[in-house]
DNA sequence: GCCTTTTGACCACCA
DNA sequence: ATGGTGGTCAAAAGG
């Protein structure tokens, strides 16, 4: 973790390599912020700044960030009731106001290059060149984009109000993305600038709890500059969770089962990254998930979408067990609706109230949010 | 025996 | 063409 200690962002607007966008905001007085997409697979996908630190503490299967200090373990356990996953829950240090003013791009600093071309600033960071391997990396990014760094430490001094706190840490970021792209599955994006993302979609997360915001590939194209508040943008939605572990039933935090196929170390980080996939018959969900070495959550991605509910778990949820059978949400269920997901949804949702109550669709416990686009609103 | 994790090999992609 | 990287496969091991 330590080690990266300064992401640097990369900015490229006109290479054709690379680009990537993303935008982010960060809600909570967390920072978060995130980003994502990029264009090329590999190099961007990880896109890891240094920057994250949450800790998180396993202790009772439930990770619990902190960033600086300041925060209140216990948020996601506290609150039974809600599930454990419970993904709108707000955690304890934070207020919903706050997460939801959000949108808040980058503040200033973060925009540098304004988004002037079509562009946004999206953040690319490098992962590797800069941390501390610079090996051999350099070579690949810089090349067209100019790329700015800023250098968080992994704590930030004391960013801790809204909307001081930008970036900073992160403590873990969500991906997911879907694609369909080529290459086998789909996790990369290759190239597809901005322009190009048409199939995949990935959201990302950093943040304490790490909150996701799905990108749609669609739409992001252009908009994501103006990611600024809502509008037209971003399709990306937010959703928190919190690092996920597994919990009785063996799933983890998010609901779902996933079973772990493989794990790597990737170049940039000392990290290791694990892959899983969904359990469930049919459903080729997959995750990345990147761990400190201490065993937290850095980063997670999650490629394509559960096309079935959560698995019902023994117990659980006070609140949500009120469908049985719930399903509901689930998106069309059943054929891979990687061709029609979400369609758009153009905003994010963040918060947790907000979301909830206002559409009732997404509530249905939550579950499915993940896949669904539903972005309620930002 | 079932299911999950582990882990090195293998493969695809890209520079 | 070659090699580096990331992602996946699958055998083996563990629970
Ligand atoms: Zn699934």
Known sequence: MASSASASLTTCL???????????????????????????????????WGLYDHGTNDRNGIEIPNFLSSQPPALPLSPPPVSPSSYWAIPPGLSPAELLDSPVLFPTSYAPASPTSGTFAGESFNWRSNSNDNQRGVSGEEKDCSDFSFQTQTRPPAISSSSSSLFQ???????????????????????LKQADFSS?????????????????????????????????????????QAGQYMRENGRSEDGYKWRKYGQKQVKGSENPRSYYKCTYPNCSTKKKVERSLDGHITEIVYKGSHDHPKPLSTR????????????????????????????????????EDDIDHSSPISNSGGEDNENEPDANRW
């Open 14 to 48: 006109d290479s054709p390599s690379n680009f990537s966008l993303s935008t982010y905001f960060m809600t909570s007085s967390s920072p978060s912020f995130t980003s994502l997409l990029s264009g090329n697979d590999k190099y961007m996908d990880n896109q890891s």
């Open 169 to 191: 840490s992160s403590s873990n970021s969500v991906v997911v993305e879907k694609s369909l792209k080529r290459k086998h599955e789909g996790w990369d994006f290759n190239q």
């Open 200 to 240: 995949d979609q990935k959201t990302a997360v950093k943040s304490e709890f790490a909150t996701v915001q799905s990108f749609s590939s669609e739409l992001v194209p252009l908009q994501a500059n103006m990611k600024n508040s809502s509008a037209p943008q971003p399709s990306y939605s937010q959703y928190n």
């Open 316 to 351: 659980r949820s006070s609140s949500q067990s009120v469908h049985p059978s719930g399903d509901e949400i689930s998106d069309q269920s059943g054929a891979p609706m990687e061709s029609g997901m979400m369609k758009e949804d153009s905003s994010i949702s963040l918060g």
